[in-house]
């Protein structure tokens, strides 16, 4: 069983940066593309940016400039490292991973827990 789980939320002032990182945990399988999304309240879940096996990546266009999103393959993690932050993007943020078991069997998504994110003047 593969969990994700995120740490690094919390509050900060507009202008001001956090970071997100998503650690995967487990053993026995093997991740392909990694991304975070997030859900505002009354909103639904959206891409804010992913992460493919071959380094590749995109970003949503309201955090393109903004976000950077990376990835350590050997720990199996993913950071979200999230500047010049704006009200708008408070949310809950959630990791997200294409997993498949070595064993065999079919790619599945996996998602964390959510993290809080809140950017408050």
């Known amino acids: 069983q593969v969990q994700l789980v995120e740490s690094g939320g919390g509050l900060v002032q507009p202008g001001g940066s956090l970071r997100l990182s998503c650690a995967a945990s487990?053993?026995?399988?093997?991740?392909?593309?990694m991304g975070w999304y997030r859900q505002a309240p009354g909103k639904q879940r959206e891409l804010v940016a992913r992460?493919?096996?071959?380094?590749?990546?995109n970003q949503s266009d309201s955090v393109k400039g903004r976000f950077t999103i990376s990835r350590n393959y050997a720990k199996n993690t993913a950071t979200l490292q999230m500047n010049s932050l704006k009200p708008e993007d408070t949310a809950v943020y959630y990791c997200?991973?294409?997993?498949?078991?070595?064993?065999?069997?079919?790619?599945?998504?996996?998602w964390g827990q959510g993290t809080q994110v809140t950017v408050f003047s």
């Open positions: 997200n991973a294409e997993v498949v078991e070595l064993s065999g069997g079919s790619w599945n998504i996996y």
């Open positions: 487990g053993s026995g399988f093997s991740i392909g593309a």
């Open positions: 992460i493919n096996l071959d380094g590749s990546s």
